[in-house]
């Protein structure tokens, strides 16, 4: 992370953007946030980023001929991986980062900030006015109550506390920690002093204006995304200390699939390393599947109930979504799509009448086991537009059509807030001549204050997540009019 940060010793701050004061309203800026109009760039590769100009919308012909877009028929916005997170509780081990894969981005230099860029990302989101936005997993990172807390109260609007254990900063970024590998934004290069400080502060978030539906991400489940919580586990998480530096003949697997909880809970018995003491809190303690999922239930619009988060909502009155929950509930950060997922996929197809349907999960799901089967059931339909994911924290946008005949249908993959570019996704479907559907996607940059700025200038600095990782994707990738034709002679009901 250090090599990367020293490169710059300042970020360049674009003229026109208005900053605010530690502690006030982070939202505060007049960016709209659309790409259309501008984005962040770095022109001449110095590492600041500097406002540059939006980028248009471009045709994506791979399921049919370019069409002329008609009226609108849904509005939505996805968010993705905000993984809101107690960077101060001792459940985290962000020394991990010192033996690379697979341990990369257990520590991010702009860890501090996640809730100021996720309040950032609902401001640039209520500018655009959907009707309802996916929130498609990684809400928070590590499935503690405290950061649920956190991020339900950002998205649902009030005031936020992101500070835990006693008031202020206590943890790696400290600019009295002495280990050089974590970047300490009052030490190190770029300065930022009081940095971390200052994120702990309370704020205010404007909350979402449209109804939100979230999806399970693994992080949302199990504890740093890869593991499902134990009592030893809590304990860590909830006690007063934390691991400083790992013992030099500490043998851990290779690789996330070798992880379980008894692997974890035998760790942690016979001792990771030297510890320091760090101030405890009883807020910090994992939730369950079930009870995240009742959390999540309960402060959105999502339906349904039982143990896994599959369901359906309306986008408007002409469009359908549906939540696929993909998520492991043991151990390992891959996506799963069981029969539980493939029974709801089949039921809710035939409930969807003449509506267009957009299937929204957290893996996406060609990456998943079991995923295959579920893109059969969705290619073989002719009003599925989209599948729309996240997790990969890189921009993606392709087509899958397998079957002769079939119209096919885009997926869509969308980068994550916790890493460069932190954005979200815009989308419109419209109609189109001729009895088609064209679905235009853009992406949105967060229009937050002084420290989500700073979250996205060293975002992008990051050796791991940043501009080395290419998750902005192509322009192919961004800013998009997917065009999609009419399928077996049908086309979507006209406006009531």
Do not use: C, K
Not at 347 to 354: G, M, P, T, V
């Amino acid at each position: 992370m250090l090599g990367a940060l020293a490169v710059a010793a300042t970020i360049l701050v674009a003229l026109g953007v208005a900053l605010v004061s530690a502690g006030d309203d982070p939202v505060a800026t007049p960016e709209t946030g659309s790409t259309l109009d501008g984005t962040w760039v770095d022109p001449d590769g110095d590492g600041a980023l500097e406002r540059g100009p939006g980028e248009p919308l471009r045709d994506r012909v791979d399921l049919g001929p370019a069409q002329r877009p008609g009226r609108t028929i849904a509005t939505f916005a996805q968010v993705s991986d905000a993984h809101v997170r107690d960077e101060e509780s001792p459940g985290r081990l962000p020394v991990l980062d010192r033996l690379g894969p697979p341990f990369v981005s257990a520590f991010r230099p702009q860890e501090a900030l996640t809730p100021q860029v996720l309040a950032g990302t609902v401001a640039a989101v209520n500018r655009m006015r959907p009707q309802a936005v996916a929130v498609t997993g990684d809400l928070v990172d590590s499935a503690q109550a405290n950061e649920l807390d956190q991020a339900i109260a950002i998205l649902r609007g009030g005031r936020v506390d992101p500070d835990s254990g006693r008031r202020g900063y206590d943890g790696p970024q400290a600019a009295s920690n002495p280990d050089p590998f974590f970047y300490r934004p009052g030490v190190d290069a770029p300065r930022r002093p009081g940095l971390v400080e200052d994120a702990q502060r309370r704020f205010r978030s404007p909350g979402l204006a449209a109804p939100w539906f979230p999806a399970a991400g693994n992080h949302d489940l199990l504890t740093v995304g890869v593991v499902a919580p134990t009592d030893r586990i809590a304990a860590a998480a909830t006690g007063s200390e934390r691991i400083a530096e790992l013992d030099e003949d500490l043998e851990l697997p290779r690789s996330s699939r070798s992880i379980s909880p008894e692997l974890v809970d035998r760790l942690l018995s016979e001792g990771l390393g030297r510890t320091v003491r760090t101030p405890p809190d009883p807020e910090r303690r994992p939730l369950d599947a079930a009870e995240a999922l009742a959390r999540l239930r309960g402060a959105s619009g999502a339906s349904g109930s039982g143990p896994s988060l599959d369901y359906a909502f309306d986008i408007g009155s002409r469009a359908r979504g549906l939540v696929l929950d993909g998520a492991r509930r043991d151990s390992g950060s891959g996506g799963l799509i069981g029969p539980r997922q493939l029974a709801f996929l089949r039921r809710e197809l035939a409930r969807a009448d003449e509506r267009a349907v957009v299937v929204f999960s957290h893996h996406p799901l060609r990456r998943s086991e079991g995923g295959e089967a579920a893109l059969a059931l969705l290619e073989d339909d002719p009003r599925v537009i989209a599948a729309v994911s996240g997790h990969a924290h890189r921009n993606a946008v392709s087509a899958r059509r397998t079957r002769p005949g079939a119209r096919g249908l885009y997926l869509v993959e969308t980068a994550s807030l916790a890493d460069f570019p932190q954005q979200s996704r815009a989308f419109r479907l419209r109609e189109a001549e001729g009895g088609g559907v064209v679905l235009e996607t853009w992406m949105l940059d967060h229009t937050g204050g002084r420290l989500a700025l700073s979250a996205r200038e060293l975002s992008f600095l990051d050796a791991q997540g940043g501009r080395p990782a290419g998750s902005r994707g192509l322009a192919r990738d961004r800013n998009v009019l997917l065009h999609l034709p009419r399928a077996d002679g049908r086309a979507l009901p006209s406006r009531p």
